[in-house]
């Protein structure tokens, strides 16, 4: 089983539940800058940040860091690694989301590099995973074919990330509003490859004041069901 760092609030139970998913060649560790916003943001919070599934094989020896799932070899060798490491991810969520008795639409995913892949792939694949999701610096491996139902996607990059350049996916990102997606996109200057503290911030100003359509729709139902409850006169 992948090891994780947890922080569950001492008194009661959490009401929230992030997981947050590192990059390739690094652990848990690169996730506490966020993982430190969130806390703060959100005290009742419960917060794993779990190790990738295998060593990093990028370096010879493995290096000290961790992989989702190997990129070497060619484009179709890397694609079937990322599908083959899907299933395990949502395991993972589930595990944690039945462990503290959290309802998916209360689970979030943050991911950075690798592990915003995993994070935006898993939810096209799996409907009723998370509410949200939370990816810096990352990408879509391919082209997205529907919008996840009732799922609010954040998208935090550097517009000076040379690693996974910008376009590509504010191109996705418009084909996922066309689709009917919750989802933001912002794209800041003088920001490179990295989860940086403009990037944090801005990812939990978008977590304070975005309202999923899937609120709205049950603000506009409750309000016309009031309608027809009221005498007429």
Do not use: C
């Not at 395991?91 to 592990?115: D, H, N, P, T």
């Not at 403009?198 to 939990?204: K, S, T």
């Amino acid at each position: 089983m992948t090891q994780a760092h947890v922080l569950i609030p001492k008194d009661g139970s959490p009401d929230l539940l992030f997981v947050l998913l590192h990059g390739a060649g690094a652990d848990a560790e690169q996730m506490r800058p966020l993982a430190e916003a969130l806390h703060r943001q959100y005290p009742r919070a419960a917060l794993v940040l779990p190790e990738g599934f295998e060593p990093f094989d990028a370096i010879p020896g493995g290096g000290a860091g961790f992989q989702w799932y190997s990129e070497q070899g060619d484009d179709a060798a890397k694609a079937a690694r990322l599908t083959a490491a899907v299933p395990e991810l949502i395991a993972l969520v589930r595990r944690w989301a039945a462990k503290l008795e959290m309802s998916w639409e209360r689970v979030a995913l943050g991911g950075f590099s690798q592990g915003a892949i995993l994070a935006l792939e898993a939810l096209q694949q799996e409907e009723q995973l998370a509410g949200r999701v939370l990816a810096f610096g990352g990408a879509y491996a391919y082209w997205p074919q529907h919008a996840p139902k009732d799922v609010s996607i954040h998208l935090l990059h550097g517009k000076d990330d040379a690693e996974l350049p910008y376009p590509a996916l504010l191109n996705a990102a418009r084909e996922l509003m066309a689709l009917g997606a919750d989802i933001t996109a912002d794209v800041l200057p003088k920001v490179g490859h990295e989860l940086h503290p403009e990037l944090i911030e801005r990812a939990m100003e978008q977590l304070r004041t975005f309202i999923p359509a899937r609120l709205w729709r049950e603000a506009v139902l409750a309000a016309a069901e009031q309608d027809k409850s009221e005498p007429r006169h």
